[in-house]
C-alpha cells in the first residue's frame, strides 16, 4: 500500500510565505513524476508544479516566479516553496505521484489527503 502525507499548510497574510511537503512511503519501487495540484472553493482542481524524476520542472502562469518545486528523490518527498502568496492561492494542495510498485508492474497515481493553505489579504 502507498501513502502519500502532505504537511506545512497553514494561515498566512498576503505576501508572506510558506513551504510544503509531501512524502510518499509504502510499497514502492520508484517514482516518476511528483507534483502539487490546488483546489479553491467551487473552483476544479488545478496543476501548480510537476517534476519528473528526471529534474525538469513545469509551473501554472499564475504562479511561476513565485513558488518553487523540489524534490529529494533519497527521502521520496517533495517540496512546494510559495513565496509572495496572495489571497487568491488560497485552496486545498494535494500531493500527487507516479508510482511503481514493483519491477514490472504499471504506474499509477496516488494522491495525498491535502492541506489547506489560507492567504488573508
Known amino acids: 500500500q502507498v501513502q502519500l502525507g502532505e504537511s506545512g499548510g497553514g494561515l498566512v497574510q498576503a505576501g508572506g510565505s510558506l513551504r510544503l511537503s509531501c512524502v510518499a512511503s509504502?510499497?514502492?519501487?520508484?517514482?516518476?513524476?511528483m507534483g502539487w495540484y490546488r483546489q479553491a472553493p467551487d473552483k476544479q482542481r488545478e496543476l501548480v508544479a510537476t517534476m519528473p524524476s528526471g529534474g525538469s520542472t513545469n509551473y501554472a502562469d499564475s504562479v511561476k516566479g513565485r513558488f518553487t518545486i523540489s524534490r529529494d528523490n533519497t527521502k521520496n518527498t517533495v517540496y512546494l516553496q510559495m513565496n509572495s502568496l496572495k489571497p487568491e492561492d488560497t485552496a486545498v494542495y494535494y500531493c500527487a505521484a507516479t508510482i511503481r510498485v514493483s519491477e514490472l508492474g504499471p504506474t499509477a497515481r496516488f494522491w495525498g489527503p491535502g492541506t489547506q493553505v489560507t492567504v488573508s489579504a
Open positions: 509504502g510499497k514502492i519501487f520508484s517514482i516518476n513524476a
